[in-house]
């Protein structure tokens, strides 16, 4: 499995290398605020990640909170993790070497989804908060409703939980019913993760029933 750590560290390695020279960012720039509205807009980077700060929780793509943490425990400043971040957004891995703990590939990061300033004002923001959060991962979501605008919303669109999410299927036009939807998650079809073992089957079944009846 291809570790999130790894991904920061390998474009560490390019950049200190002399590689990629137009990811590093002036000394200042960018827009913590405005980086943090985009990281966190529909379809952007939160419906991907998982970072404290920004309350978003997804396994599709690396724990920025686990990937950046060990940089900072190394002793690297904020500019150098701003610059790993913005390389990132301007070389995206859309084809990463690594499976999951299911053998099933990784799927890679689209490219362009910020671009000019709001790339550097996204990695501003990424670069100031990503593993500086005590325990890395937002608090964990309780009740049906919570546990899909927390887990499912920034994917999909569901009008009963006021969520818009676009990058999986709108749930308010298919309209599973709960079988489907449990299935679903048991399973991790395409690029939906599998959340078989990181919820409980009572959550499962309990998100599963609330999406069939709204």
């Not at 002399?18 to 379809?43: H, I, M, Q, W, Y």
């Not at 150098?80 to 990061?109: C, F, K, S, W």
């Not at 990058?167 to 939807?181: C, K, N």
């Amino acid at each position: 499995m291809l570790r999130p750590a790894a991904v920061a560290l390998g474009l560490l390695a390019a950049l200190v290398a002399g590689c990629g020279s137009e990811a590093r960012t002036p000394s200042g720039a960018g827009s913590v605020e405005n980086g943090k509205t985009l990281f966190t807009g529909d379809g952007q980077c939160g419906a991907c990640h998982t970072l404290a700060d920004a309350g978003t929780r997804s396994e599709i793509g690396p724990n920025l909170d686990e990937a950046f943490a060990p940089l900072w425990e190394q002793g690297f400043d904020e500019s150098t993790v701003r610059d790993v971040v913005h390389g990132q957004i301007l070389y995206p891995t859309q084809n990463p070497a690594g499976v999951d703990d299911e053998g099933r590939a990784l799927p890679g990061m689209p490219a362009n989804l910020v671009t000019g300033q709001d790339a550097v004002d996204v990695a501003a923001y990424v670069a100031s908060v990503a593993g500086r959060a005590e325990d890395g991962a937002p608090p964990e979501a309780t009740g049906a409703e919570a546990i899909f605008t927390q887990r499912c919303g920034s994917c999909h669109t569901l009008a009963a939980a006021n969520t818009a999410g676009t990058i999986g299927p709108s749930l308010d036009q298919l309209s599973p019913d709960a079988e489907r939807v449990e299935r679903a998650m048991r399973e991790g079809p395409g690029q939906m993760p599998s959340f078989e073992g990181q919820l409980s089957d009572e959550d499962i079944e309990a998100v599963a029933k609330y999406v069939a009846d709204n």
